[in-house]
């Protein structure tokens, strides 16, 4: 069974701090690895997506890396801002037979940033 | 250039009846996807269609069914609602089975 798990659950830091997320995935057969932010009661926004060959990819103060060896990615916020207060969700992409993709959503860390 | 637009925003509905939600894809986009998202969850995966048909299904009963229109434009269809059923649902559109999937603000339901 495809799954994808996140850690922490949630995380408070503060303003002008840095923070890494993960996530592990047992997903076959792997496609790609995107990260999303999602504000509370708003539709979940793309921040990057990396295949089997990227081990990294920035967005600006975002930055994600990938293991496929060990089925790992993490995502590192540099200077937080308020307004990544935010939940960020690791969805993994597999392969479907006859062509397109199936996700596989993790259920998110609910980051929030405080003065 | 609109994005992912999804009406209504907010509804409450009573156990039993039945719901129709609305999303119109990006310009360009032929394929929408249809998420279920309960409180603290990550989105699950209903259905999707693509060329007016349903190509992928997720684990949901039948009671969630869809339609595509010619426009590529969708509506979920649920029946015989339940309390469980009170999400966050989320409409996301891309080409084809592309990578760059975009998604709306969702609706929420509330079934008292």
């Known amino acids: 069974k495809n799954q994808v798990e996140q850690s922490p659950q949630s995380l408070i830091i503060l303003e002008g701090k840095n923070c890494t997320l993960q996530c592990n995935y047992t997903v076959s057969p792997f496609s790609n690895l995107r990260w999303y932010k999602q504000d509370t009661g708003r539709g979940p926004v793309s921040l990057t997506i990396m295949t089997f060959s990227e081990n990294t990819k920035s967005n600006g103060r975002y930055t994600a890396t990938l293991d496929a060896d060990t089925k790992q990615s993490s995502l590192h916020i540099t200077a937080s801002q308020l307004s990544d207060s935010a939940s960020y969700i690791c969805v993994v992409s597999a392969g479907v037979t006859g062509g397109g993709n199936k996700l596989t959503f993790g259920t998110g860390t609910q980051l929030k940033v405080e003065l | 250039d609109a994005g992912v637009t999804q009406s209504p925003t907010h509804l409450i509905k009573t156990r039993g009846q039945q719901v129709t939600l609305r999303c119109s894809p990006k310009s360009g986009h032929d394929t929408v996807s249809w998420y279920q998202q309960a409180l603290g969850q990550g989105p699950q995966f209903i259905f999707q269609y693509y060329e007016e048909e349903e190509r992928q299904r997720g684990n949901f009963p039948d009671r969630f069914s869809g339609h595509q229109f010619p426009n590529y434009s969708s509506e979920l269809n649920v029946n015989a609602l339940l309390l469980g059923d009170s999400a966050l649902y989320l409409c996301?559109?891309?080409?084809?089975?592309?990578?760059?999937?975009?998604f709306g603000s969702g609706t929420q339901l509330s079934v008292l």
């Open positions: 996301a559109s891309s080409v084809g089975s592309g990578e760059k999937l975009f």
